[in-house]
């Protein structure tokens, strides 16, 4: 039986909820383009030695909760089962795989590489964002240095070029350097939990108004004024340096370079910038994050970021890093640079005994082709108009 709902989220001219917000139907041309995403990443992701897992879509909510963030806590979905126990709908497939690891996987031989698609489920308050979407992915396990980072950054490089995403463009931020650079100018908690709030969401209101507030020393208000619009090349480094105190941010700081040098041998320098003000939100990110964009595309079409401490929450303490690359704004994205594709089939069967058209159908499609065969009942002339509707490039009429 439907149910009822208010207008807002109803069926049009009827008053009938179908759908929830945040869900939506994939008609067959975007399913299609969907499963061949899907693919064209899993294989390119064995390419490069990740291996596929799955994951289930709910798990105990106590196992996960421990390890998941403020942000993702908000956003869980929650229900209890015929037990009474509480479940939740995977909110990001990083944690389910961290879980993974730590309990079925801790006596491979590492570093792990793993890799997922799967869809993942969020409580969205925001006006239009999807409440169940698809990503694809990968997980580098057991590989602490830049050289691990670089590789993942370069694997999400590959994967938008496979999409086919044209001139992109891959912003790098580095957690420890942020905290290194506000703990260097005397922010100490909670002011500096605030501070990198109000970074991370750009309110330069806020951000203003905490400096203002601080007793820096004025040279060091007015460089940290400028954080925000530290954006560009290698060179931002240098303009964040004097401000760094601590161990940790100089050994983020010598990392990056690093990565920033051998994201060249991965083709990317070019499509590469900082934003030290990048966080990604997920508070289990330890060290270099990153998302990847498409000119006039206002949302990250993929993201990640080094993970160190995660899988410690479930008892395998293990240094990691990986991404997820959006499969519904990627899609989204090509959708702006091209015309909506739908596939035609190769060829029409119409005729006189079904049989004999079911036979030449099975003939075709084992060759290859995509086949559609008259199932309606309708005359000949009228399958025929409908095949030329279609655009269908052979008919075949059997006598």
């Not at 030695?49 to 998941?68: D, S």
């Not at 595309?297 to 993929?302: D, E, K, R, S, T």
């Amino acid at each position: 039986m439907l149910q009822k709902f208010e207008v807002g989220e109803s069926m049009e001219n009827s008053g009938m909820v179908l759908m929830p917000g945040g869900v939506r139907d994939l008609l067959p041309g975007e399913a299609r383009r969907k499963r061949e995403l899907e693919a064209g990443l899993l294989k390119l992701f064995e390419t490069w030695g990740y291996q596929e897992v799955i994951t289930p879509t709910f798990e105990f909510y106590e196992v996960l909760a421990p390890a998941l963030g403020e942000m993702l806590h908000d956003q869980l979905y929650r229900f209890i089962d015929d037990r009474g126990r509480i479940m939740v709908l995977r909110p990001d497939m990083t944690t389910p795989i961290a879980r993974l690891v730590s309990t079925r996987l801790r006596e491979q031989t590492f570093p792990l590489r793993l890799c997922y698609v799967a869809n993942v489920f969020r409580r969205e308050n925001h006006g239009g964002r999807e409440r169940e979407f698809y990503q694809a992915g990968v997980e580098l396990l057991d590989a602490p240095g830049p050289e691990a980072d670089a590789e993942v950054i370069g694997l999400a490089g590959e994967a938008l070029k496979l999409a086919g995403i044209k001139d992109f463009r891959i912003t790098l931020g580095q957690v420890e350097i942020l905290t290194g650079v506000l703990a260097g100018a005397g922010f100490a908690a909670p002011a500096l939990e605030q501070a990198k709030l109000a970074l991370n969401k750009k309110d330069l209101v806020a951000w203003d108004r905490l400096i203002a507030a601080s007793h820096l020393a004025r040279s060091r208000k007015k460089a940290l004024a400028a954080l925000p619009s530290l954006h560009g090349g290698i060179e931002v480094l240098d303009g964040v340096a004097d401000l760094i105190r601590d161990g940790e941010a100089w050994q983020g700081l010598a990392g990056l370079r690093k990565v920033w040098d051998r994201l060249a041998d991965y083709g990317l320098q070019d499509r590469v910038s900082i934003d030290l003000t990048l966080l990604r939100g997920l508070a289990y990110y330890t060290g270099i994050v990153f998302e990847g964009y498409a000119p006039g595309v206002g949302y990250p079409l993929c993201g990640g970021g080094r993970y160190d401490k995660l899988l410690a929450k479930f008892g395998f303490p293990c240094p990691a890093t990986g991404f997820a690359l959006s499969i519904e704004r990627v899609l989204a994205a090509l959708e702006k640079e091209a015309a909506p594709h739908h596939r035609v089939p190769d060829c029409f069967i119409t005729g006189g005994d079904p049989r004999e058209i079911v036979q030449k159908a099975r003939a075709l499609r084992q060759e290859g082709l995509a086949v559609e065969i008259e199932v309606t009942g309708r005359c000949l002339e009228e399958s025929l108009a409908y095949a030329s509707r279609k655009g269908i490039p052979q008919i075949l009429v059997l006598e």
